[in-house]
């Protein structure tokens, strides 16, 4: 059995809300199938007041074992890193998750507040927010770069805003189960399983991207990288994969990725003064270009996905046959 402790920092709980809608497993085969004691959960949890205060000086002294602390929600370390602006159980949050991350087994952080800060650490970041092991691109965060849980990993981040709920359940499944040695985390500590392949991969709409092919938000056909600035292409995530509600996406309903996974949601305008910044241009940054594409070759492969994609839209000569005939 796996003691479990979910606290929340500055969150909208929107992570919560998505957790326990999760599928496979559910939260309640959690429970019953695969052992995890959930100890408490702010918003599913009997406990109260004393109550929880208890549980966690319980799990602080070691009365308690705690296998897995997960975390939504920013760190609050403002004013002028006091952590008074969240308060919990008559102390700031961050102390608590200070002193039962030194215990835990594992720790999780679920959501961007969590993994990168997120929102609230949008500039110029009154609260003082950051994730527990990120701020934004930069490792380090609240816990700190060199951070190792007892467990021997570092914290497992899980991103979304909100995360997809069988990420989560099925990162408890595995600690839980003893089968961590399985989850590979890449540079910004994702599960290598949810967030190897982009966002893109999966999408209906790929090969009107290849083809340059423009569309419009709400309508099928097209892709909106370019009318709206889908995040998509550069976006790792399982979003096309492991599907929302086992049924669709964001891009398969036609509306634009946000890059809601990658440490620099929001994607901020510091000129504008956006929050959510678009893109509608490649541009010739090697960062822009797919992982594992020769620049030249991209860019050369894309131009021809274009002129073939007019060809067949004039003409309505297939590619394939086009090809072969030459």
Not at 69 to 86: A, K, R, W
């Amino acid at each position: 059995m796996a003691n479990v402790l979910w606290l929340q920092g500055g969150a909208c709980s929107g992570n919560t809300m998505s957790f326990l809608n999760a599928q496979e497993p559910t939260v309640v085969e959690l429970v019953t199938d695969f052992g995890v004691n959930i100890l408490w959960h702010p918003s599913i949890g009997l406990e109260i007041g004393h109550q929880v205060s208890e549980l966690m000086n319980d799990i602080k002294s070691g009365k308690v074992p705690l296998d897995i602390l997960v975390f939504e929600g920013s760190i609050v370390q403002g004013p002028n890193n006091t952590g008074t602006m969240n308060y919990f159980a008559e102390r700031p949050m961050k102390d608590w998750v200070k002193e039962l991350s030194e215990v835990a087994g594992f720790v999780v952080a679920i959501g961007d507040c969590a993994t990168w800060g997120g929102i609230p650490a949008v500039p110029p970041n009154p609260s003082e927010s950051t994730g527990m092991q990120f701020l934004k691109e930069k490792k380090g965060g609240f816990l700190g770069h060199n951070y190792v849980s007892k467990g021997g990993l570092p914290v497992i981040n899980i991103p979304g805003c909100p995360a997809h709920p069988d990420w989560v359940t099925q990162i408890l499944v595995a600690i839980s189960t003893g089968r961590v040695k399985d989850i590979l985390l890449d540079d910004y500590h994702r599960p290598k399983t949810f967030f190897t392949d982009f966002v893109q991969t999966g999408c209906p709409n790929a090969i009107s991207f290849a083809q340059k092919v423009d569309g419009h938000f709400g309508k099928r056909g097209g892709c909106l990288f370019y009318e709206v600035g889908c995040r998509g292409p550069m976006t790792r995530a399982s979003c096309n994969r492991i599907l929302w509600n086992r049924v669709s996406s964001k891009t398969r309903a036609n509306h634009p990725c946000l890059g809601c996974t990658e440490p620099g949601f929001p994607h901020h305008d510091l000129v504008k003064g956006s929050v959510f910044k678009t893109m509608k241009y490649l541009g010739f940054l090697p960062k822009d270009v797919p992982a594992g594409t020769n620049k030249l070759a991209y860019y050369t492969r894309a131009g021809f996905e274009k002129v073939m994609g007019t060809v067949e839209n004039l003409t309505g000569v297939n590619k394939e046959h086009f090809e072969t005939s030459k």
